[in-house]
């Protein structure tokens, strides 16, 4: 099951570069926000 164009995505936590330890996606509300995911990397598909 995933999001079509245009769903909510669901609240998540991911863990941050530099000073942040962890990014919110509900810290972001009201910014736009672009979400990309890909296979892992150096995995066929």
């Known amino acids: 099951m995933g999001l079509l ?3 909510a995505a669901p609240d998540f ?3 941050a570069t530099g000073d942040q330890t962890e990014v919110h996606l509900a810290g972001l509300l009201g910014l736009l926000v672009v979400l990309f995911f ?3 990397d150096d995995t066929p598909g």
């Open 13 to 15: 936590t991911l863990k």
């Open 5 to 7: 164009a245009g769903q």
């Open 38 to 40: 890909y296979p892992k």
